[in-house]
């Protein structure tokens, strides 16, 4: 097996021009053999940009925004992958929804058809002309030319949604937010970050959940893997303050078996069904404490795997104590799992499962792009 140090795989922006409707910026990173493509789906404000940063890391350096182009682009280049935001293949810009009276979240909102060709076009090794969504203004703003990296990841609304799109992703994940969890962030972020109001936060979340039943959740049957965020089982809602609602989570990592590029993680015993409350003398962990389960399930008629964990971390130093009884992580050396998640402690999630499986799925994209190419990941540190 060829071996890849992404500590040496640089990210090289080439031709990157002004900001200008009349002229294409063009954006590059390091190119080795063959694209492996990523697809991440989640509703807004489901923590897409955390797991993207936790992801990207694993692979060297920081995602960051194109150098030199369009300062409102949504692509992020680091060392060894490019992850673009499908918003950019909106056909309808803020205005123009409203006229027709859709939603972002609408299939007729969306120009698959240039999706398909351009993530066709990454994966076979070319270059493409990708628009760009501009979030701040709504408008449509000039393309931007994404060089074919070594890992293209696709993310946003509707990465399973076309099927000739779906049929080109080596690897799909879900991120499968409940309705609880999703208000409870959505009023931390909008409320403390953005100063909407309560009443605004309650009519857009409604006002969007139609299309969203209709259009983005049918799509997680299609992942290879989902990260269910659920309330946490371990006490009643009434027994929560306020300012651990949505905070005190009970996270699942479902894993469809039978899989050529990738093995599920399990705890203890491959198959069986774990529950499994850590030892309080090894791991820290204050009211309502940490529970784990591991069990065979079923998934839209398929069978899988679920790796879950309820409650949150003290010291995440500790979480080594929880890495040395899971099995088949991907992870390089032993303690891998919990370096990645100190080194990223302040991204949101880190000291629950949010952060903790996560971090595996990342480490699953590694191994399914070394299986893919046949060339190794030296691990970042």
Known sequence: MQTLNANRVRATPAGLQARSRARVCRVQAAKDGKTVVIGLAADSGCGKSTFMRRMTSIF???????AGGNPDSNTLISDMTTVICLDDYHCLDRKGRAEKGVTALAP????????????????????????????????LDA??????????????????YDERVRDLLDFKVYLDISDEIKFAWKIQRDMAER??????????????KPDFDAYIDPQKKHADMIIQVLPTQLVLPTQLVPDDEGKILRVRLIQKEGKKLFDPVYLFDEGSTISWIPCGRKLTCSFPGIKFYYGPDT?????????????????LEELIYVESHLSNTSAKFYGEITQQMLKNSSFPGSNNGTGLLQTIIGL????????????????VS
């Open 299 to 315: 998934w839209y008629g398929e069978d899988v795997s679920v790796l879950e964990m309820d409650g949150q971390f003290d010291k």
């Open 108 to 139: 007729e909102a969306q120009n698959f058809d240039l999706m398909y060709e351009q993530v066709k076009a990454m994966k076979e090794g070319k270059a493409a002309d990708k628009p760009i969504y501009n979030h701040v203004t709504g408008a």
């Open 143 to 160: 393309p931007e030319k994404i060089e074919s990296p070594n890992i293209l990841v696709i993310e946003g609304l509707h990465p399973f």
């Open 364 to 379: 699953k994209v590694r191994e399914v792009y070394e299986r893919i190419t046949e060339k190794e990941v030296v691990p």
């Open 195 to 208: 100063g909407h109001s309560l009443d605004s936060i309650k009519k857009s979340i409604e006002a969007r």
């Open 60 to 66: 060297g350096g920081s995602a960051k925004p194109p």
